[in-house]
């Protein structure tokens, strides 16, 4: 069974994407993974900067977070869209975990051999969609397969009271993004 984490790149408490990813790994527990959803607001970490890690070291909660995505085969990012790409969040987050924390350690090895999925949540019509090409080629460019398909959620009323997807079309997409996911975690992790 694939261990796998779902985050949002956003800590705002009331986050339209830290819902989505809670939606997901709720949904991927379903279908039999391992699903944790990790919470950025529990992860605060400085702007990284060449000067503060020399001065010092790497943040405690980089560390934590870090050890979280070594020991997980995957990870669901729910990306908001910040003019047209990623939120800075999930820029620092890459960051600090991409350093080495330990004497040995090999390179990115929060990262490569993982997998991911992404999706992304905005109240505009678009869904958060244009974020997506530059979460997908930085995660890539930095060794995780991240899985063709993909989900952006756009418009009002996109969540129910429960937590869940509102609209069917947004069902649908979800069900086949985690179940491909999550199929996908499991054959890489045999």
């Known amino acids: 069974m694939a261990k796998l984490l779902f985050l949002s790149g956003s800590a705002a408490q009331n986050s339209l ?5 809670k939606h997901a790994s709720d949904l991927a527990a379903k279908k039999g993974a391992d699903a944790h959803f990790v919470d950025m607001k529990d992860y605060e970490m400085p702007l990284y ?3 503060y890690e ?9 560390k934590k977070l870090k050890k979280l995505f070594q020991d997980a085969d995957g990870f669901f990012i729910a990306s908001p869209e910040y003019n047209s790409t990623f939120s800075p969040l999930l820029k620092n987050i890459v960051d600090w975990m991409s350093r080495p924390h330990e004497e040995g350690e090999k390179m990115l090895s929060a990262y490569k051999g993982k997998i991911a999925a992404l999706g992304a949540v905005s109240p505009g019509a678009l869904g958060g969609i244009r974020g997506l090409p530059d979460v997908r080629a930085m995660f890539s460019s930095i ?8 989900i952006a959620v756009g418009g009002k009323d996109t969540f129910n009271d429960d937590g869940s997807l509102a609209q069917d079309f947004h069902i649908k997409i979800m069900d086949q993004l985690i179940t491909e996911f999550v199929e996908t ?4 992790n045999a």
């Open 185 to 188: 975690a499991n054959k890489l």
């Open 17 to 21: 994407n830290k819902k989505l990813a």
């Open 54 to 62: 020399l001065e010092n070291g790497i943040p405690e909660n980089a």
């Open 49 to 51: 900067c060449t000067d």
């Open 143 to 150: 060794g995780v397969h991240v899985i063709p398909t993909q």
